[in-house]
């Protein structure tokens, strides 16, 4: 039986005494596209922050690839094999393309990090292009391409992607959701994070509705699509 990359169970968190997750589990299998889908509030952001350590979840556990990584800081959460790239992209404006991809490999060797840099460009051409141009003067899809790239220079097991479309015209939201798929074709499994559930549901292989900090929902990205409660609440349908 394959390991499961990502399990979690019973994480939650308040802040101040307001819950913002109750009582979450979920898991990510390797080589999944897993959406993590629900309304604002809903504690998709506070659940991945916990799996990559920043926040520190006060009930349940994180494991990953059978290792408790729950209380463990951020920097060993990356060390091992997890990354997140975070919502509104928070590239470095004043730093060029290769500046920002270098700092996404600051666990690496020195050497390593060119190769890192050719196998991102090859995933985005685009990048390659621009790779000594300003990030603050790039578009808002092409700084998401940016933010992503960074967070492969860590060479992760699992990327955690949070809210990518978030501002992005609906054609360039288009154009991220293809990068994401081949990110995953590469061998990398995706935690992704999404109010544009059609978009998130047709290249997940799974998926999980959060709502006011709960799983209410899990299933197939098909199976989610189709579902009544999905259509109404989230789909307009």
């Keep these: ?23 979450v589990s979920l898991i990510v299998q390797p080589g999944e596209i897993v959406a993590l889908l629900g309304a604002n509030g809903a ?24 290792e408790l990584l729950s209380g463990a800081p951020s920097h060993h959460v990356v060390r ?5 790239v975070p919502e509104g992209r928070l ?5 060029t393309v290769m500046e920002n991809l270098q700092l996404g490999a600051h666990i690496k060797k020195g050497g390593e990090i060119g190769g890192l840099a050719d196998k991102a460009f090859a995933l985005f051409p685009r990048l390659a292009e621009r790779r000594s141009q300003l990030a603050g003067s790039m578009s808002g899809g092409e700084q998401q391409m940016l933010a992503i790239a960074r967070g492969l220079m860590a060479e992760p097991r699992l990327i955690i992607l949070d809210e990518p479309s978030l501002g992005l015209m609906p054609i360039v939201t288009q154009e991220v959701f293809k990068l994401i798929e081949a990110v995953n074709k590469s061998g990398i499994g995706v935690l992704l994070v999404e109010q544009n559930l059609h978009q998130a549901l047709r290249i997940a292989h799974r998926g999980y509705v959060l709502e006011k900090g709960s799983v209410v929902l899990a299933g197939t990205g098909k199976e989610l699509l189709a579902d009544d409660y999905v259509r109404r609440a989230f789909l307009g349908h």
């Design 1 to 23: 039986m394959t390991e499961d990359v990502l399990d979690i169970s019973g994480l939650a968190f308040a802040y101040g005494g307001a819950l913002a997750v109750r009582d």
């Design 43 to 66: 504690g998709k952001s506070t659940t991945v922050r916990m799996i990559a350590g920043i926040l520190q979840p006060q009930k349940g556990s994180i494991k990953f690839a059978g």
């Design 80 to 84: 091992r094999g997890i990354t997140l």
């Design 91 to 95: 590239v470095f404006p004043q730093m």
